[in-house]
């Protein structure tokens, strides 16, 4: 499989941000754009719910769920299915780590 290399223009808080919260999920950003890119094609969808009713970091929490439990490889160099397990340890982990701020 060959791969393509893309740019995207981020805020550089948000970047700085988002490379944080990656980080604590264990994914490197690259995944984690492999995994969202994956996971559109696949269901042809956005995979998390887009909403005014959620709170933003709900809306964190429930996309980083959706996306993991929909994502079957993180990118082509790495591939891992992910349990419901783990992804509920991610959660609580991020959640415990926000709450202690």
């Not at 981020?10 to 995944?31: H, M």
């Not at 709900?58 to 082509?76: G, V």
Request: aromatic residues 6%; charged residues 30%; contains cysteine.
């Amino acid at each position: 499989m060959s791969t393509t290399a893309i740019s995207i223009r981020l805020d550089s808080d948000i970047k700085k941000q988002f490379d944080k919260l990656c980080n604590e999920f264990g994914l490197s950003t690259n995944a984690a754009f492999n995994l969202f890119a994956r996971t559109v094609v696949r269901e042809q969808a956005i995979p998390f719910p887009i909403s005014l009713k959620n709170s933003e970091s709900e809306q964190r929490s429930i996309a980083a769920r959706n996306a993991l439990q929909r994502s079957q490889h993180l990118s082509a160099e790495e591939s891992h299915e992910w349990t419901d397990e783990e992804i509920d340890e991610l959660i609580a982990a991020y959640r415990h780590r926000k709450k202690k701020k």
